[in-house]
T-cell receptor, first 113, second 117 residues
Framework: QQPVQSPQAVILREGEDAVINCSSS?????VHWYRQKHGEAPVFLMI?????EQKGHEKISASFNEKKQQSSLYLTASQLSYSGTYFC??????????????FGAGTQVVVTP | KAGVTQTPRYLIKTRGQQVTLSCSPI?????VSWYQQTPGQGLQFLFE???????NKGNFPGRFSGRQFSNSRSEMNVSTLELGDSALYLC????????????????FGAGSRLTVL
């Protein structure tokens, strides 16, 4: 089952904040966040592991509520470079789901000057 | 280091034909997975390979198949193409180590854009 992402799209001015949500109906081991710019490959941003551990590469924060199986990505003080489509990828907590990520439909973010 | 390489980048086929797409993972990455990306459906999981074995498969018809070679390179094949197969096909590789280490983080290739006429 595909996780549900919201909102579908958001338009921001530089410096504004935004939150993208990702919700799953299944128990998750981790949530991954990726960003895809037009015509490019999705690029890894952040992984949130069950138990609260986070591993990220950029100045973008996120949270994972294990009880609700929900993750949120926080875009703070947005920059023009934040524009793109953000996807959450969920890794279910079952041994037979190894390597099988389910991605949300994506959230298109446009940051304007 | 070199990223994930997919070939060809663009291709046009007609209904009924078949197509083979290739993916070379990052050196040292042992897992290769394939995704279909369309505007309406987002990223849909096709299958994942590790050590030449398919470990998982998505909900796609049998016309979609793949394989992985001993050097971790992977190919996917779509037979009897349909108009609805037009999409961007993304390959991703990962270290495929323990989940807790984050070794299943995906590195995507630029994709192969398939147009079926």
């Amino acid at each position: 089952q595909q996780p549900v992402q919201s909102p579908q799209a958001v338009i921001l001015r530089e410096g504004e904040d935004a939150v993208i949500n990702c919700s799953s109906s299944k128990a998750l081991y981790s949530v991954h966040w990726y960003r895809q710019k037009h015509g490019e490959a999705p690029v890894f941003l952040m992984i949130l592991l069950k138990g609260g551990e986070q591993k990220g590469h950029e100045k973008i924060s996120a949270s994972f509520n294990e009880k609700k199986q929900q993750s949120s990505l926080y875009l703070t003080a947005s920059q023009l470079s934040y524009s793109g489509t953000y996807f959450c990828g969920t890794d279910r907590e079952t041994t037979d789901s190894w390597g099988k990520f389910q991605f949300g439909a994506g959230t298109q973010v446009v940051v304007t000057p | 280091k070199a990223g994930v390489t997919q070939t060809p980048r663009y291709l046009i086929k007609t209904r009924g034909q078949q197509v083979t797409l290739s993916c070379s993972p990052i050196s040292g990455h042992r897992s290769v997975s394939w995704y279909q990306q369309t505007p309406g459906q987002g990223l849909q999981f096709l299958f994942e390979y590790f050590s030449e074995t398919q470990r998982n498969k998505g909900n796609f018809p049998g016309r979609f198949s793949g394989r992985q070679f001993s050097n971790s390179r992977s190919e996917m094949n779509v037979s009897t193409l349909e108009l609805g197969d037009s999409a961007l096909y993304l390959c991703a590789s990962s270290l495929a180590g323990g989940r807790r280490s984050g070794a299943n983080v995906l590195t995507f290739g630029a994709g192969s854009r398939l147009t079926v006429l």
